[in-house]
């Protein structure tokens, strides 16, 4: 395991004297013992810190800068502090004298298996990346230099990857680790030149978010530099269906890191996936709910959607921002388009989505997405999301009694409650999940039967090195309408471009 050396080219955490002071003070013999309890109890949250960055952090916990940990690992395996007879827990006694690292906000459960959400107390300063990488990177002259400057070199990634993988060589076959880990190719130059043009070249990200997206991609790039190339993922069956990753991965990473790790390639996601799914069930609702109507006219707005999404973006855009607007023209479609999926999923045109057990939300609130009253207000009264929202509501209720009708204890189990009553946006999410884990398990063993290596999978997405044909991408799209009996599933197609070398080096 790293110890507080072999980790301080990753992070550093410094503590405030005056716990030393008090420590000395209050435990003056042993000698030295007080540092000795400190340096073991540091070691151990500088391991959970850095566990904690590199684990599936979520947007709300950077935010209030919190961090996951299992506080087991200081109150029943920390130090102790004290003389023969008086011995205690460091943890205990940092606690009990108002001097502690780590203060909980939420509380984690040894039936759950679910870890505590901790802040850092003013006493704790944390440096987690060097301060001078855009000074140092200039004056690397070689791929060598370089890859010491952004990962202190070959001896660190070994120990990085022994501390983030620590059980990968008890498995004594590649089938049995392909049961763990999802392999990963790395592309390390071109992952290189996008740490360099992060560190020296970008103008548009926070400070924060570049300090986030610098640790991820100097991680992974130390793991691929240590493997020859490839980052294990190590897989995480997710209850309602797909398949999530524990700690970094492909699919936690930015866009632009994505295609940074990935270098040339082409990705081929489902286009509108939650929306078409669920013209899935329009022809059935209306058979059953005895309403002799064409489902194209009753279902209008989804279908301009689906058919026409360009003329469909371009009214609500007209609707929602005026002249006013401080929304760049570029960014306007992406958050139409994040409204959209959020209703597909269940949210209201008011509500606030609905809260995980952690307490995170899984479908963000409009006032998430539209900062401006006005234009989430205009957005609302869009005459076509009115109808689209209206359309989106009849399918979810059907689904979900329909759902409830036919599984009446699998809905009813904790994972599905939100307050006194079953989460009708849990439901949805729920019944997707298992229909887009259908789609892409098709998607993916049709793309290997005809010899087609995956390189990664992104929930509705795959990666693939080589673009497809136009035969194969229909014939494929063929296959899932059959398979589903849902005609609107079609693969949206986009390459990835390696980055260059922003130095020139």
Same mark, same amino acid.
């Given at each position: 395991?790293?110890?507080?050396?072999?980790?301080?080219?990753?992070?550093?955490?410094?503590?405030?004297?005056?716990?030393?002071?008090?420590?000395?003070?209050?435990?003056?013999?042993?000698?030295?013992?007080?540092?000795?309890?400190?340096?073991?109890?540091?070691?151990?949250?500088?391991?959970? /810190?850095?566990? *904690?960055?590199? =684990?599936?952090?979520?947007?709300?916990?950077? #935010?209030?800068?919190?961090?996951?940990? +299992?506080? %087991?690992?200081?109150?029943?395996?920390?130090?102790?502090?004290?003389g023969a007879g008086k011995k205690t827990r460091l943890h205990a006694w940092l606690k009990a004298n108002n001097l502690e690292l780590v203060q909980p906000v939420v509380i984690g459960s040894n039936l759950t298996g679910a870890l505590s959400r901790v802040k850092l107390s003013k006493l704790v300063q944390l440096d987690d990346l060097p301060d001078d990488l855009d000074l140092l990177l200039p004056a690397a002259q070689t791929t060598s230099e370089i890859d010491e400057v952004l990962t202190g070199g070959s001896e660190e990634n070994a120990k990085l990857f022994d501390f983030l993988y620590p059980d990968y060589y008890s498995y004594t076959s590649d089938k049995k680790r392909f049961e763990v880990f999802d392999v990963l190719p790395v592309n390390t130059k071109?992952?290189?030149?996008?740490? /360099?043009?992060? *560190?020296?070249? =970008?103008?548009?990200?926070?400070?924060?978010? #570049?300090?986030?997206?610098?640790?991820? +991609?100097? %991680?992974?790039?130390?793991?691929?530099?240590?493997?020859?190339?490839?980052?294990?993922?190590?897989?995480?069956?997710?209850?309602?269906?797909?398949?999530?990753?524990?700690?970094?991965?492909?699919?936690?990473?930015?866009?632009?890191?994505?295609?940074?790790?990935?270098?040339?390639?082409?990705?081929?996601?489902?286009?509108?996936?939650?929306i078409t799914w669920k013209m899935t069930f329009a022809s059935e609702l209306l058979a059953l709910s005895n309403v002799n109507a064409d489902y194209r006219k009753v279902f209008s707005c989804t279908l301009l959607y689906l058919e026409d999404r360009r003329d469909f973006m371009a009214t609500v855009i007209r609707d929602t921002f005026d002249t006013t607007t401080k929304v760049p023209s570029e960014l306007m479609v992406p958050m139409i388009k994040q409204a959209i999926t959020a209703i597909g999923f269940g949210a209201g045109l008011k509500s606030k989505g609905w809260k995980n057990v952690d307490g995170t939300w899984s479908v963000p609130s409009?006032?998430?997405?539209?900062?401006?009253?006005?234009?989430?207000?205009?957005?609302?009264?869009?005459?076509?999301?009115?109808?689209?929202?209206?359309?989106?509501?009849?399918?979810?209720?059907?689904?979900?009694?329909?759902?409830?009708?036919?599984?009446?204890?699998?809905?009813a189990k904790e994972m599905f409650k939100a307050e006194k009553r079953t989460s009708k946006a849990k439901v949805i999410a729920y019944l997707y999940q298992q229909s887009e884990t259908h789609v892409m398990n098709l998607i993916r063993g049709f793309l290997v039967a005809n010899?087609?290596?995956?390189?990664?999978?992104?929930?509705?997405?795959?990666?693939?090195?080589?673009?497809?044909?136009?035969?194969?991408?229909?014939?494929i799209e063929l296959q899932v309408r059959e398979h589903t009996g849902n005609n609107f599933w079609a693969l949206a197609e986009s390459k990835l471009h390696k980055y260059n070398d922003p130095l020139e080096i």
């Open positions: 395991m790293l110890n507080t050396g072999e980790i301080q080219a990753m992070l550093k955490i410094t503590i405030n004297p005056k716990v030393l002071n008090a420590l000395r003070a209050a435990f003056p013999l042993p000698a030295n013992s007080a540092e000795k309890a400190l340096t073991k109890y540091v070691e151990i949250l500088e391991a959970q /810190v850095f566990r *904690a960055l590199h =684990s599936n952090r979520t947007p709300a916990d950077r #935010k209030l800068g919190l961090y996951v940990m +299992a506080l %087991t690992e200081f109150s029943q395996k920390g130090p102790y502090i004290g071109s992952l290189r030149h996008y740490i /360099v043009w992060l *560190a020296t070249a =970008s103008k548009k990200i926070a400070p924060k978010q #570049k300090e986030t997206y610098l640790r991820q +991609a100097k %991680t992974i790039l130390g793991i691929a530099l240590h493997t020859n190339g490839i980052l294990f993922q190590r897989k995480k069956q997710s209850a309602f269906g797909r398949m999530y990753y524990n700690g970094i991965s492909v699919q936690t990473v930015n866009k632009e890191m994505r295609r940074a790790i990935l270098g040339d390639a082409w990705m081929y996601d489902v286009r509108s996936a939650v409009m006032a998430d997405i539209f900062k401006n009253k006005d234009e989430r207000d205009r957005f609302i009264r869009s005459p076509l999301i009115q109808g689209f929202f209206q359309e989106q509501s009849s399918l979810d209720t059907y689904l979900y009694s329909n759902a409830l009708a036919m599984k009446p204890k699998l809905f010899d087609r290596k995956l390189l990664a999978n992104i929930h509705d997405a795959v990666v693939v090195r080589k673009k497809l044909s136009f035969d194969l991408k229909h014939e």
